[in-house]
């Protein structure tokens, strides 16, 4: 495999993490907020809306972080499968993340 293939593959992971740690943050709050609700609609008692809240936010939490780890795993096992390649990789990645981010942040300039 090469460099560019394997920063290919570095990206698609990391993308994974990002992916899943915005849907910790939006599906957490989201289910939390709409347990809240269900349990204040149907059932009326505040102590019910925080349980189910919580419930909520622990279901929607759940399913993110499993992808979470699962990215984390695939990013480890890519580090292993190619020692040697691996940190010109790694660099090559972090090189064109930062040569996007320049490139953004001069459009807005």
Known sequence: MSVAALAGRIADGEAARARARRQILTLGHLLALAGAGLG??????VGTALALALVGASLGSASAG????????????????????????????????????????KLFC
């Open 40 to 45: 204040l609609l149907l059932f009326g008692g």
């Open 66 to 105: 499993i992808a979470l780890i699962a990215a984390r795993r695939h990013l480890k096992r890519l580090a292993a499968e190619q020692p040697d390649l691996y940190p010109a990789a790694v660099e090559r990645y972090r090189m064109v993340m930062a040569t996007e981010r320049a490139s953004r942040y």
